[in-house]
């Protein structure tokens, strides 16, 4: 089964866009927060009036055995993990890319249509 030219140039884009985020090793799952919190204490600033809240605090979240993992992080942390969690996704969608192409071109094999109709159950009278 071939690519098509254009096919073959994106997966080539890709590959290159792929490679240069490998390289930097610099990829994390999840997301990065900043959250802000009442402690409702009487007197606090958190509840004056207006109320100013504690934080920013930042945390990084992510799925690890289907239960979410949290850690608390520094601001300069935060700032600095956050262009991971930006490759991280990134990734994914190049993947994305990549199995559309995979797809599209299994879609376009001739002998796909051949394969299908030989497949389907033949109607009986």
């Given amino acids: 089964m071939a690519l098509t030219p254009t096919q073959r140039a994106e997966a080539r884009s890709i590959a290159t866009e792929l490679s240069a985020i ?8 999840g997301s990065i927060t900043s ?39 520094t601001p300069e942390e935060a700032a600095d993990y956050q262009p991971w ?3 991280d996704r990134r990734l994914r969608e190049l993947l994305a ?5 995979g ?6 094999d001739p002998r796909s249509t051949r394969r299908r109709a030989s497949r389907e159950p033949r109607h009986q009278p």
């Fill in 22 to 29: 490998a390289r930097r090793a610099e990829v994390l799952p």
């Fill in 35 to 73: 959250r802000v919190t009442h402690c409702g204490r009487p007197g606090c600033r958190c509840m004056a009036d207006p109320p100013r809240p504690h934080g920013p605090y930042w945390q990084w979240t992510r799925k690890v055995a289907a239960k979410t993992v949290g850690r608390w992080l």
């Fill in 85 to 87: 969690v930006a490759n």
């Fill in 97 to 101: 890319r990549l199995e559309a192409i």
């Fill in 103 to 108: 797809t599209a071109a299994v879609e376009a």
